[in-house]
């Protein structure tokens, strides 16, 4: 006798039908269910029903999108919000996990606490989300804080950690310590491997050997993935950095010209070809490169600084100001931008604008003691 299947609701918040939400697409332009049907209408249209029905704006479990996007805009309420996100055990673990994964953008004693509990969470997602953030953090405090989860219960946490730490001098380490880290890491080894089609894995491979200082290995990890994908980007821009590092730039500007005929409109591949060519000093051709990365990704902070940057090396400073500012009206909270518009302003002799992002600065960066210091040289 066949055994019963019952349907019932299932209590993940994350697992289910969710509540359309059109004052989010109003708010932050995402999509929402009401329109993909009634697609003549606008989100205002449908939040308006949505009210009216019953009376108020239904909110539902999923409360996340706001903080998200404040992330993605870098805008100055994106470091509470994220924090509040990650702390938020109501929340689905996959919101949060996206959340703590950002919190390595902001150093902090508060982050170390909350990177801390989040690595002994029982929700692997939450552990791996929280080693992601600690890429931005020095080896020391990497140590400290991954080191126990490289004998984690999940072997995806454990390989994350050995790749986190890969780059530890084993030979400073007790020797208990250094058989759990090797361990750890022919793990990780043993996982690409067992993926070696892939081109991701054969990426892995490459940076995980050019960690370890094992050059000619992370070459060909690097060649075999681009022979089993020659559109796959990674590979070319990872390989033209250790081509670059081995002081070999034309070897890497040949390398990513061959991937721009591959893959003619990918942003990575012309910004890696621009700074390429900037080390040649060739900067007319770098400005073409990094000019075509920025309006391919204009989203992209790094794209569009990096080609400001040049455009103020090139002698283009008031050019070099409006990429800032379009970036800075897409990005409020990003402090590298503001910097950036306090001394190109600066220099350009715009001492009123100068002031303006000065301020903008000190509202980010409160504590910040070189900030007043440049006010300081301006209103002298």
Request: hydrophobic letters at 40%.
């Amino acid at each position: 006798m066949p055994a019963k299947i019952y349907m019932e609701v299932d209590p993940r918040h994350d697992h289910g039908f969710r509540i359309p939400r059109p004052d989010l697409s109003v708010k932050l332009n995402t999509p929402n269910a009401c329109n993909n049907c009634h697609s003549k209408q606008t989100p205002l249209w449908a939040s308006s029903k949505m009210e009216a029905w019953y009376g108020h704006q239904p909110l539902g479990y999923q409360n996340f999108a706001t903080a998200l996007h404040s992330q993605q805009r870098q805008a100055p309420a994106a470091r509470s919000l994220i924090a509040s996100l990650a702390a938020d055990a109501e929340q689905p673990g996959i919101a949060r996990a996206t959340a703590i994964s950002y919190l390595g953008q902001y150093r902090g004693a508060e982050t170390v606490r909350q990177l801390q509990q989040a690595l002994q969470s029982n929700d692997p997602m939450i552990r791996l989300a929280a080693l992601d953030a600690l890429e931005s953090f020095d080896i020391r405090e990497r140590v400290q804080l991954a080191f126990p989860l490289l004998s984690d219960k999940t072997r995806s946490v454990r390989i994350q950690a050995a790749r986190l730490l890969v780059s530890v001098p084993a030979g400073n380490l007790p020797e208990e310590q250094k058989k759990i880290l090797e361990k750890a890491m022919d793990e990780y080894v043993e996982v690409q491997l067992f993926n070696a089609e892939r081109p991701e894995s054969q990426v892995n491979l490459g940076g995980f050997y050019n960690d370890l200082g094992r050059i000619e290995e992370a070459e060909k990890s690097y060649h075999k993935a681009i022979e089993l994908q020659d559109q796959f980007v990674p590979a070319y821009v990872n390989l033209a950095q250790l081509l670059s590092e081995q002081k070999k730039e034309d070897d890497a500007i040949k390398l990513l010209t061959e991937g721009l005929k591959k893959v003619p409109d990918n942003a990575s591949l012309h910004h890696a070809l621009g700074l390429a060519l900037v080390r040649q000093k060739d900067l007319p051709s770098a400005l073409e490169q990094l000019s075509q990365a920025a309006k391919l990704a204009p989203d992209n902070i790094r794209y569009n600084y990096v080609y400001a940057v040049a455009l103020q090396s090139a002698g283009k400073l008031k050019q070099a100001i409006e990429i800032l500012e379009v970036s800075h009206g897409l990005h409020p909270g990003n402090a590298d931008l503001v910097y950036a518009l306090v001394t190109m302003n600066r220099d350009a002799g715009n001492k009123e604008s100068a002031l303006h992002y000065v301020d903008v600065l000190k509202k980010l960066l409160p504590e910040n003691m070189a900030v007043r210091q440049l006010e300081q040289q301006l209103n002298q």
